[in-house]
């Protein structure tokens, strides 16, 4: 019969100092980095009558600042045009710090790409929708992401590219 010191020397996440060596992602803070609104039109947009055309871009980035520690930043541009011209213009950079500890390389960048901006997004959501009613139209709620889906789709886009780069070109 095995004792249970034994059993946790045996575990490599519990090191007989104490010291916890299981991988761990945490957010520490979360905030708005840059954020611009526009209402070029002012005071005349408030008289149009055409429903807007919307334009939404969204970019994700991670950037390592420090021992252990990333910013992943969501960038949310939208554009409002009428016929008559451009309604509103925002464009926010929404971002959270995260500690990371003892997370394998490989795994850093499906939680920097997906997880981390799913965890984002709600409050960047609230930030825009806010902005745009302070800006004396009704809230833009932007619709939810799915970021794991976008990211799977990037990872078989790059996948197809690197292996077409590889396939032989022409016939010999």
């Not at 960038?75 to 008559?84: F, G, H, L, N």
């Not at 889906?149 to 032989?168: H, K, R, Y």
Request: charged share 20%; net charge negative; glycine share 6%.
């Amino acid at each position: 019969m095995a004792d249970e010191t034994s059993a946790d020397i045996n575990n490599p996440a519990l090191q007989p100092n104490g010291e916890d060596t299981s991988p761990a992602i945490g957010l520490i803070s979360q905030y708005v980095k840059d954020m611009s609104f526009e209402n070029p039109s002012a005071p005349t947009v408030y008289q149009w009558q055409d429903a807007p055309q919307i334009d939404v871009q969204f970019n994700i980035a991670a950037d390592n600042v420090g021992e252990n520690l990333f910013e992943v930043s969501l960038k949310i541009d939208v554009t409002s045009k009428a016929d008559q011209g451009t309604m509103f213009v925002i464009e926010l950079k929404y971002a959270g710090l995260f500690g990371v500890r003892n997370v394998p390389d490989d795994q850093l960048q499906p939680f920097f790409l997906a997880e981390a901006p799913r965890i984002l997004f709600p409050f960047a959501r609230r930030v825009v929708a806010d902005a745009v009613r302070d800006g004396g139209f009704a809230p833009l709620l932007l619709e939810p992401i799915d970021f794991h889906g976008l990211f799977m789709q990037q990872m078989q886009q790059v996948e197809a590219e690197q292996a077409g780069a590889a396939a032989p070109v022409g016939q010999a």
